[in-house]
């Protein structure tokens, strides 16, 4: 099986090499890149299958790069910064970030984000069935079953849990959610928003002051896995 390529924008040598020590043990292929520029030039000419991407490039915001990345490149970019304010973080999930991680980071968080960003983007040939641990989402028929039995779901409830599917471990920004989900005018009713959510984990969640499935992300948005 072909490696995974991993290409890590970051102006920090010694962030760059920790990471690739760490990367290239778990059997990743890595590609280097100091400046926002030379990111976007290596991802332009052989496109990696996974992005980490620094916010505080010498050259460009990390978040200009990161919309001049989402133009055309679709797989994930996960963002590793030391800025862990509320504002740049749902920036960055806005304009199209998969995950998110402050630095100092744990390693094996991690590479666990990266295992489930990485699997995900190999696996979006669009599956009419979407899995998640006990539950099962039909996606032509919009039949939802949790171990087997079928859940019955407003036609809201459904489409809420059906972006959350599609989107599977990464973070949805109360904003996008709002806005994809009621539509523009809806976008600070984030309210409304935890009422919905609410409500779906107590038909989807076997514990719902517990969930295990729609996990909420303080003051950002939720993660479904």
Same mark, same amino acid.
């Given at each position: 099986?072909?490696k995974?390529?991993?290409? $890590?924008?970051d102006?920090?040598?010694? +962030?760059? &090499?920790?990471?690739?020590?760490?990367?290239e043990s778990?059997?990743?292929?890595?590609?280097?890149?100091? %400046?926002?520029?030379?990111?976007?030039?290596?991802?332009a000419?052989?496109?990696?299958?996974? $992005?980490?991407?620094?916010?505080g490039?010498?050259?460009?915001?990390?978040?200009?790069i990161?919309?001049?990345?989402?133009?055309?490149?679709?797989?994930? +970019? $996960?963002?590793l910064?030391?800025?862990?304010?509320?504002?740049?973080?749902?920036?960055?999930?806005?304009?199209?970030?998969?995950?998110?991680?402050?630095?100092?980071?744990?390693?094996?968080?991690?590479?666990?984000?990266?295992?489930?960003?990485? &699997?995900?983007?190999?696996?979006?040939?669009?599956?009419?069935?979407?899995?998640?641990?006990?539950?099962?989402?039909?996606l032509?028929?919009? +039949?939802?079953?949790?171990?087997?039995?079928? +859940?019955?779901? %407003?036609s809201?409830?459904?489409?809420?849990?059906?972006?959350f599917?599609?989107n599977?471990?990464? @973070?949805?920004?109360?904003?996008?959610?709002?806005?994809?989900?009621?539509?523009?005018?809806?976008? %600070?009713?984030?309210?409304?928003?935890? @009422?919905?959510?609410?409500?779906?984990? &107590?038909? $989807?969640?076997?514990?719902?002051?517990?969930?295990?499935?729609?996990?909420?992300?303080?003051g @950002?948005?939720?993660?479904?896995?």
């Amino acid at each position: 099986m072909n490696k995974a390529e991993i290409l $890590i924008i970051d102006d920090e040598p010694q +962030i760059r &090499k920790l990471l690739q020590i760490n990367l290239e043990s778990n059997d990743y292929k890595v590609v280097q890149a100091s %400046t926002g520029k030379e990111g976007l030039m290596l991802s332009a000419s052989h496109p990696p299958d996974l $992005i980490l991407l620094d916010i505080g490039l010498p050259d460009k915001s990390g978040h200009e790069i990161l919309k001049e990345l989402r133009e055309w490149y679709n797989r994930p +970019i $996960i963002i590793l910064s030391v800025q862990d304010n509320e504002t740049d973080i749902v920036s960055a999930l806005d304009n199209g970030a998969t995950d998110y991680l402050t630095k100092p980071f744990r390693t094996g968080e991690l590479l666990a984000r990266i295992r489930s960003a990485v &699997k995900r983007s190999q696996n979006t040939e669009n599956s009419p069935i979407i899995s998640c641990g006990d539950i099962e989402i039909d996606l032509v028929a919009r +039949i939802v079953k949790r171990n087997n039995e079928a +859940i019955k779901l %407003t036609s809201t409830e459904y489409n809420l849990l059906a972006l959350f599917a599609k989107n599977e471990g990464k @973070v949805l920004t109360h904003q996008y959610l709002l806005k994809e989900i009621w539509g523009y005018s809806y976008q %600070t009713e984030t309210q409304y928003l935890r @009422v919905f959510v609410g409500t779906l984990r &107590k038909k $989807i969640e076997e514990n719902p002051n517990n969930p295990q499935h729609i996990i909420t992300e303080s003051g @950002v948005g939720y993660r479904f896995q």
